[in-house]
């Protein structure tokens, strides 16, 4: 069993900078394809960005936040980050951060970003 637990949103003005942290208890998950999904009022979650396991892979970042967004991981932490950068109101949403391997999949409990002056 994973358990990931999220921390980092909050409120921000238009332009301004967050990061998210996602940790991982229970395995180590350096093989687990790490993402994070956001869900806006009213809309269904969507992709944000994802990581492979093992660092084998493609880093996706999804074309609405490429340029203002980065993925990373940190391996010894058991930890995936999302770097928002630029953020805008249409980012405004719950994020979620996804742990999975094989048929596991694992969510974070969310953490809500609103960006508004």
């Known amino acids: 069993q994973v358990h990931l637990e999220q921390s980092g949103g909050g409120l921000v003005q238009p332009g301004g900078s967050l990061r998210l942290s996602c940790t991982a208890s229970g395995t180590n998950v350096t093989s687990y394809h790490m993402a994070w999904y956001r869900q806006a009022p009213g809309q269904e979650r969507e992709l944000v960005a994802a990581t492979p396991g093992d660092g084998i892979g493609a880093i996706y970042v999804e074309d609405s936040v490429k340029g203002r967004f980065t993925i990373s991981r940190d391996y010894a932490k058991n930890a995936v980050y999302l770097q928002m950068n630029n953020l805008k109101p249409e980012d405004t949403a719950v994020y979620y951060c996804?742990?999975?391997?094989?048929?596991?999949?694992?969510w974070g409990q969310g953490t809500p970003v609103t960006v508004s002056s």
């Open positions: 996804e742990a999975r391997f094989a048929f596991n999949d694992f």
